[in-house]
C-alpha cells in the first residue's frame, strides 16, 4: 500500500513539474540588461511612449542571438495595453495592441460572434508583423468556463492556428 501511494505521489508531482507555465522562458529584465540597438529601436518607433516593464524570452529554450526576443511592454497616450517584440539586434518583429470589445472593428466583431455564437468576446490584441508583413486579429473568448483563442485578419477572415508565427503563444498568456 505504502509503494503504491508513493508511486501516486511521484506521478502527481512529475505531472506538475511537467505541466509549469509555457512561458518559463520568460523573464523580467531591467532596462539596462535589453541591448542598446533595441533600446534605440524602441526610441525611434515609439519616442513619446514609456516603456513600463521589459522582458526577454528565449524561444524554444535556446540561448542563441536568433532565438532571443527582446519585449517592451507600454503605455500610448497614457493607455497600457502595448508592447513590441525585438531581435537583439534591434530589428522589429511584431507590435500589439490591446482592444477592449466594443472597439474591435464591426466586420471583424461580427464575423467572430457569427461563429463562435455560444462565447462572449472578452478582448482583443491587434498585432502586426513584420517579416513577412500581417495583421492579426487575436480574440479572446469566454464561455462559462472555457476561455479560446480565435484569430481573424483584418477583412474578417478566420486564420487557421497552425499557419500563425510561434511569437503569438507570449501573447496568449
Do not use: C
Amino acid at each position: 500500500m505504502r509503494n503504491i501511494f508513493s508511486l501516486l505521489i511521484s506521478i502527481l508531482i512529475s505531472i506538475g513539474i511537467y505541466a509549469q507555465d509555457v512561458n518559463d522562458n520568460v523573464r523580467y529584465i531591467p532596462e539596462s540588461q535589453v541591448p542598446p540597438p533595441v533600446l534605440d529601436r524602441q526610441g525611434e518607433l515609439f519616442p513619446t511612449n514609456f516603456v513600463s516593464e521589459w522582458q526577454v524570452q528565449e524561444m524554444d529554450g535556446m540561448q542563441d542571438a536568433q532565438n532571443i526576443r527582446y519585449i517592451a511592454k507600454f503605455e500610448e497616450d497614457g493607455r497600457p495595453g502595448f508592447s513590441a517584440s525585438y531581435l537583439p539586434n534591434g530589428i522589429l518583429i511584431f507590435n500589439s495592441e490591446f482592444m477592449p470589445s466594443e472597439i474591435i472593428p464591426a466586420k471583424v466583431r461580427l464575423k467572430v460572434e457569427g461563429d463562435y455564437k455560444d462565447y462572449t468576446i472578452r478582448h482583443a490584441d491587434f498585432i502586426t508583423f513584420y517579416n513577412p508583413k500581417r495583421e492579426i486579429y487575436m480574440i479572446k473568448l469566454l464561455d462559462d468556463i472555457n476561455v479560446r483563442y480565435a484569430f481573424y485578419n483584418t477583412a474578417g477572415n478566420k486564420i487557421p492556428k497552425d499557419s500563425l508565427p510561434q511569437e503569438i503563444v507570449l501573447l496568449m498568456n
